[in-house]
């Protein structure tokens, strides 16, 4: 008999090992939220696939962690064994083993984690002032005549700025507002020059940023004056700083934010593009217009032209010229036409005369009896003769045609062309 297990009045029901983990799996990635966690690396195992496997611990615990290729292939920091790194991302369960574990969305160092975090409270704290409402943002100039970028004029973000500009035909006019980008005092600089930018009032547009680099390194552009200054600032202005996954609180801040320099040259020539392009568009439509124009003028004044000719006196007297000589050259061809059929039928009454000619019945019988006469001759005995063949005849004379016919000692003649000669059959 089968055992049953009492579970008693509770009417509970036994789960199975899979229905328990999911239960676990749904309370923990629901209970607990995505954030950071600070550890040492250890068990880092890169797999071919591109996943990566290692554990986060300290002294007191261990948490199993994977970087999934996606995620791995856009962090900037190289993972060893004993590294000292802070990780964000959220918990979730490998039903397989029973095993939870942290899936890592971003990994930093250590000493770049306590960065991060002033980053969070100063970008939360900023946000509650209202430095990034959406409705403070003023939208960019379409086409503004004059741009100052505040950036180091040594970098290779304005090359690469001013690169991309003068490729795709920019007309307007650009200022470089040098400032210290990294650094101690870069921020307060960059903020000054901002102020500088406004007095001088000579500006449509502003654009601030650097090329890219870690966390310490645009640093600069999360620092509150520098941020503050963005967002107070009278011209609208373009965040562009770092590269695409890179974001500072002045991204938040300003009006626009660009993902590269580059990018922000390509927005800034965007519309001139666009303009120019619609500009040459119209030119080529009037240029047409104005040819078409022009060609239907040119016809009408022509047909005029034409009109006038055939209306003039000149013209009606050449006009009776043209008539005349037509005239008389369907005269003369007429007259050669008649004097042509008139020479036909003349050689053909001449051809049917010589064809009913006797001599013509002559001389074709002459023919015909000649050639009968040199058949004749080419196949009688003498003509055969003469071509090396001989003839040969017995005792009476008569031709002998077949071997079968001569005898043994028969007497024979073989006559030639020149002469015979008497000859006897032999066995």
């Known amino acids: 008999m089968k055992a049953e297990l009492d579970l008693g009045d509770s009417g509970a029901r036994a789960e199975s090992v899979s229905e328990f983990t999911r239960r676990v799996k749904t309370l923990l990635e629901e209970g607990i939220r995505p954030g950071w966690v600070r550890g040492e690396v250890s068990n880092l195992r890169a797999q071919a696939s591109g996943h990566v496997y290692f554990s986060l611990k300290d002294a007191g615990a261990q948490l199993s962690a994977v970087l999934f290729r996606g ?11 004993g590294q000292q790194v802070v990780a964000y991302g959220e918990v979730s369960v490998y039903e397989a083993r029973g095993q939870y574990q942290l899936i890592v969305r971003a990994v930093i160092e250590d000493g770049v984690g306590r960065l991060q975090q002033e980053f969070e409270r100063l970008k939360q704290r900023l946000a509650a002032e209202g430095l990034f409402a959406p409705e403070k943002k003023r939208p960019i100039p379409a086409m503004p005549a004059t741009v100052g970028f505040v950036t180091s004029p040594t970098g290779a973000a304005v090359q690469d700025f001013i690169r991309i500009l003068s490729r795709r035909g920019w007309r307007g006019r650009l200022v470089v507002l040098p400032a210290k980008v990294q650094g101690e005092g870069a921020a307060a600089e960059m903020a000054a020059m901002l102020g500088l930018a406004q007095a001088l009032g000579i500006f449509d547009l502003l654009v601030i940023g650097r090329g890219g680099g870690s966390l310490e390194d645009l640093w600069a552009f999360n620092e509150e004056v520098l941020v503050r200054a963005v967002a107070g600032c009278t ?24 993902e590269t320099p580059s990018g922000a040259a390509e927005l800034i020539s965007s519309r001139f593009v666009d303009g120019a392009a619609r500009a040459a568009q119209a030119a080529t439509a009037m240029t047409a217009a104005g040819e078409s124009a022009l060609a239907r003028a040119t016809e009408r004044l022509d047909h005029a032209r034409s009109r006038l000719r055939l209306l003039s006196p000149a013209t009606q007297i050449e006009q009776g010229f043209l008539r005349l000589d037509d005239c008389a050259n369907r005269l003369v061809s007429a007259l050669r036409s008649a004097v042509q059929l008139r020479r036909q039928q003349y050689g053909e009454i001449r051809s049917r005369l010589a064809q009913a000619s006797p001599e013509a019945r002559v001389q074709l019988g002459s023919h015909q009896l000649l050639s009968l006469y040199k058949r004749l001759q080419a196949a009688s005995p003498a003509s055969v003769l003469n071509r090396g063949f001989a003839i040969v005849r017995d005792e009476v004379g008569r031709p002998v045609a077949r071997r079968a016919a001569v005898k043994p000692g028969q007497r024979l003649t073989n006559e030639f062309s020149d002469g015979s000669v008497k000859v006897k059959a032999e066995e």
């Open 71 to 81: 995620d791995a292939a856009r962090q900037t920091v190289k993972l060893r064994d």
């Open 235 to 258: 011209v609208p202005v373009i965040s562009a700083v770092g590269h695409e996954i890179d974001f500072t609180l002045c991204d938040f801040a300003a009006d626009v934010r660009a």
